[in-house]
């Protein structure tokens, strides 16, 4: 009911967080990061958006409303499965980025312009991308559903 997926991301959190203040206290933070943060754009986020996915499936179970549970399971597993493809994409783009990107001797100044760059491509798709902007009393959804009025 969520409770895996939350330990599973709590968990990796304090490992990443666990080697990321090891390498800075050890004085390879600058290293370290600029082999990340081009790529963790991506994988952070996609874990993140997996991790939501797997709640929704909890929640499914826990808050049927007015479906039976395994028909609010059916109906919110297929959303889940949408967005979870999307996070393997997100991790597919990722492992690009960090079989060719991350370790070039490219200088860590362009590094990390790249990898804030993305961050925010990552953040302004993420803020864009399927949001309904209601205007009245129409709703305007901005992927592929019908306009209601």
Known sequence: FGVVTIYVLVSYGIIIGTITGYLISQGHGETFLSFVISHGAFELTAIAIAGGAGLMLGNAVLHPGQRT??????VQGREAVQIAGGAV???MIAALIEAFW??????VYV????GGVLWLLVALYLSV????????SEVLVTDETETQS
């Not at 549970?69 to 059916?74: G, H, I, K």
């Not at 991308?129 to 009245?136: A, T």
């Open 89 to 91: 994409v997100m991790l």
């Open 129 to 136: 991308v399927g949001r309904e902007v209601i205007y009245g």
């Open 111 to 114: 590094k990390f312009t790249v």
């Open 69 to 74: 549970r395994l028909e609010n399971l059916q």
């Open 102 to 107: 991350s370790p070039a001797a490219i200088p």
